[in-house]
């Protein structure tokens, strides 16, 4: 990574929509301060929910322009909700092929991720957003393995914390593609 920067989009729901979700950005955008990671935010990211025409067009919008954008490195989804399977049919998949920055995020996310990641061929990654993975849930274990996949882009060779608690059931070693995230979004 060269400018130690992510764009924060909204591609479901947005985030300063309630006191809660306000008082978790902030404990974000903290985390993200004293981890030395410069942040930036899309149009649509501090809207209140609405999901209009013109709204789904400036998501999708925010999404093109942190792809395209040089000086960002990683992209975050502000967190879940219910709503970013409303953009997989507008998307431009080609656009968003040329442009190969991991994207994050949880919950209703999986939609958008599992697309992109099979139609794109881009990495993308389940469980970690703005609000609930570096705001409420941020530990300093998350906070150093992001900075850490910010540094090198390769979280796959990052070690999970408590390994030594773990019950090996079949030994091995797996090669390919996995996909998952939130069983509703699958159904």
Not at 77 to 88: A, D, M, N, R
Not at 95 to 118: M, P, Y
Request: with cysteine; aromatic share 8%; proline share 1%.
């Amino acid at each position: 990574m060269i400018n130690n920067k992510i764009a924060i989009i909204s591609p479901s729901a947005t985030i300063g929509t309630d006191e809660e979700t306000t008082r978790l950005v902030q404990i974000a955008e903290s985390n993200l301060n004293n981890a030395d990671i410069q942040f930036t935010y899309g149009k649509s990211a501090k809207l209140t929910e609405d999901f209009s025409d013109d709204i789904i067009k400036m998501k999708i919008e925010d999404l093109y322009c942190a792809m395209e954008d040089n000086s960002v490195d990683v992209i975050v989804c502000s967190q879940g909700g219910e709503k970013s399977i409303e953009l997989l049919n507008r998307l431009d998949f080609a656009r968003i092929s040329h442009c190969k920055k991991a994207i994050f995020g949880q919950s209703d996310i999986t939609s958008l991720l599992n697309v992109i990641s099979l139609k794109c061929k881009i990495h993308t990654y389940y469980g970690l957003d703005m609000i609930w993975g570096l705001g409420k849930n941020a530990k300093d274990y998350t906070m150093n393995q992001f900075k850490e996949f910010m540094t090198y882009n390769k979280l796959n060779e990052l070690h999970p914390f408590d390994k030594e608690k773990w019950d090996m059931i079949v030994e091995g070693e797996a090669e390919g593609i996995l996909l998952g995230g939130c069983l509703t979004s699958f159904n």
